[in-house]
């Protein structure tokens, strides 16, 4: 399978708790991105790179988050000191910069967070 | 602002129903993209289309097809004889030109019944 995968799938954590997760980007595509996903809301960006450039972050990633993508290829976020209100599922996708227009994002699984 | 509403929350349909998911978008960008996506169940989100600003040709894929319309700012997505496989959550996203970020609606569920 050449998809987007995501790693883990499931965390649950106490409050105060780091956690980190993982995203591998289909191969030949050079842009990742992350989006958080709340129950019954669409996903809200959070942040993307081309290669391993970050080019835009949102105003929801706090201090507390940090989103790298060393070497261009695979991307982690980690969240620091996690609190209740980031519990939610954490979706990963990736696409390709060409000469076309569109770029559609393909997105991986998701990362399901429960922060107890 | 950009923004992306789809104030259909919920439809539920009887299997060979064709069903209409709405789709309004605000932005004041005259080159965006609009994108409509799939998550089932299972919760992978599932591309199913892309349509630039400047091209206005509705599009038909199967018993897929969608409107898109720029004099109201609505790109319509309808399903002809729906099948149970059909239930899922549909979500619209509007790109702008200057961003690569995608603006999500807070999507609608469907639901089909045998």
């Known amino acids: 399978d050449t998809g987007v995968s995501q790693n883990p799938r499931h965390k649950i954590t106490k409050r105060g708790q780091n956690v980190t997760f993982r995203c591998d980007p289909i191969s030949e595509h050079n842009r990742l991105y992350w989006y958080r996903q709340t129950l019954g809301q669409g996903p809200e960006f959070l942040t993307y790179f081309q290669n391993e450039a970050q080019l835009e972050k949102s105003r929801l990633l706090s201090d507390r988050f940090s989103a790298e993508r060393p070497k261009g290829s695979f991307s982690t976020l980690e969240i620091q000191r996690t609190e209740q209100g980031d519990s939610a599922m954490y979706l990963c996708a990736s696409s390709l910069v060409s000469g076309s227009t569109g770029n559609e994002q393909f997105f991986g699984p998701g990362t399901r967070l429960t922060v107890l | 602002a950009q923004k992306v509403t789809q104030a259909q929350t919920e439809i539920s349909v009887v299997e060979k129903e064709d069903v209409t998911l709405d789709c309004v978008y605000e932005?004041?960008?005259?080159?965006?993209?609009l994108f409509w996506y799939k998550q089932p169940p299972s919760g992978e989100l599932v591309f199913l289309i892309r349509?630039?600003?400047?091209?206005?040709q509705n599009e038909i894929s199967g018993r897929y097809s969608w409107n898109f319309q720029k004099s109201t700012s609505s790109f319509n997505f309808t399903i002809t004889a729906s099948q149970v496989v059909d239930s899922a959550v549909y979500f619209c996203?509007?790109?702008?030109?200057?961003?690569?970020?995608?603006?999500f609606g807070s999507g609608t569920r469907l639901l089909v019944r045998p």
């Open positions: 932005t004041r960008d005259t080159t965006y993209y």
């Open positions: 996203a509007l790109r702008m030109d200057s961003s690569y970020k995608l603006i």
């Open positions: 349509r630039n600003s400047f091209d206005e």
